[in-house]
């Protein structure tokens, strides 16, 4: 039987109902079809996180569904969830703590526009405040890379490495974000989905006008350390924290 400390196993808990919930909030703002897409959360103070079962309703999803993975990608045995099969994506996100020590949450989306963009292997270019507060510049692209192992993983860790964005769109796939913890990673899925929409509207009227690169870099620092309430917690990227 896999045992852990009482402060480990009140983490665990607390992750795997926020996990289930934040399922629903895909649902929510239509980020998702059927039962694509997942929402992983890492557990604070161990080398574990929890992510969503393979092929599951959304509706039907609970906290005690939830699957315990360590940074492996290797179900914990005996505990909550085990007896399912993880989310196809689970080596991806494993992938993704282990070589990306910041990072406290990871969502992946189908989500239409931004797979349109992923499609079509464009990245989103930063042309509104939106894209600079949130994502600090473009929205790049991600190498084409197939389902099952931890080769989509390498890409968003490559991808992302010393970038500002908090998504990636992986070529004929769809975006992965990243954040703080699974809630942060979600508001950026959320995020990622209203900019490929917009910009992509915007084309449809003539050439979008760039933001000067000076602009945008005055912009995500406001929003990132001034905008909201002090007690707020900003995403640090690795760059931020060397």
């Not at 649902?27 to 557990?43: A, E, H, I, P």
């Not at 505990?79 to 992938?95: E, F, L, M, Q, V």
Request: overall charge negative; aromatic content about 6%; charged content about 20%.
């Amino acid at each position: 039987m896999t045992t852990f400390s009482d402060e480990v196993e009140e983490s665990i808990a607390r992750v795997r109902e926020e996990v289930a919930a934040l399922h629903g909030e895909l649902v929510r703002y239509g980020l998702v079809v059927w039962t694509g897409g997942n929402v992983s959360g890492r557990v604070p103070g161990a080398d574990l996180f929890v992510i969503k079962p393979s092929g599951v309703p959304y509706d039907a999803l609970t906290a005690d569904d939830m699957i315990l993975c360590d940074l492996d990608g290797e179900v914990i045995a005996e505990t909550a969830g085990a007896h399912r099969s993880p989310s196809s994506d689970t080596a991806a996100h494993a992938y993704v703590y282990r070589h990306m020590a910041h990072v406290g949450g990871v969502v992946h989306t189908h989500s239409t526009y931004a797979v349109a963009w992923a499609a079509r292997g464009e990245p989103i270019p930063c042309v509104i405040t939106a894209m600079a507060d949130e994502f600090g510049g473009e929205i790049p692209i991600g190498p084409f890379a197939i389902i099952g192992d931890d080769s989509i993983g390498r890409g968003v860790v490559e991808t992302l490495t010393g970038h500002r964005s908090r998504a990636v769109l992986m070529q004929n796939h769809g975006p992965f974000t990243i954040g703080s913890d699974a809630r942060d990673a979600v508001k950026a899925a959320v995020m990622v989905e209203d900019v490929a929409r917009t910009v992509h509207i915007a084309r449809q009227l003539g050439d979008p006008l760039p933001i000067p690169p000076e602009a945008i870099d005055r912009l995500f620092d406001r929003y990132q350390n001034v905008y909201g309430q002090s007690s707020d917690a900003r995403f640090a990227t690795s760059d931020e924290e060397s």
